[in-house]
């Protein structure tokens, strides 16, 4: 496994005021798999998420961003619950159809 791109230095600059930065959360589909990513960074906290989840809708709307890295076919999902919760998304995919459909629910 090839660790993403989720490090903020923010988050592993202990000279940065906590009041000043963002925690990160590390969501995977298991625990031991997130917890390997956040791999003892101390503002960064695991969490075991499925994107079919009922509880996805809530755990994205509690924050600003969410950098998604599932599989592409996903990504329409991970939109779809971050438009709920009025939250940005930002993913490593072109732009699907799926993704273009939510394109105007997106904007309002």
């Not at 695991?46 to 009922?54: D, F, H, I, Q």
């Not at 159809?97 to 105007?104: G, I, S």
């Given at each position: 496994m090839t660790l993403p791109s989720v490090s903020i230095n923010l988050i592993m600059d202990h000279r940065v005021p906590l009041t000043n930065i963002c925690v990160q959360i590390v969501a995977c589909r298991t625990l031991p798999t997130a917890e390997k990513l956040v791999?003892?960074?101390?503002?960064?906290?695991?969490?075991?998420?499925?994107?079919?989840?009922?509880?996805?809708?809530k755990h994205i709307a509690s924050h600003d961003v969410v950098i998604s890295l599932v599989p592409?076919?996903?990504?329409?999902?991970?939109?779809?619950?971050?438009?709920?919760?009025?939250?940005?998304?930002?993913?490593?995919?072109?732009?699907?159809?799926?993704?273009?459909?939510?394109?105007?629910?997106?904007?309002?």
């Open positions: 791999g003892g960074r101390p503002r960064a906290v695991a969490l075991a998420l499925n994107v079919n989840s009922p509880d996805l809708d592409f076919i996903y990504h329409a999902d991970v939109i779809r619950s971050a438009i709920k919760g009025k939250t940005h998304v930002v993913t490593t995919s072109y732009v699907s159809p799926a993704m273009r459909e939510l394109d105007a629910a997106a904007k309002e």
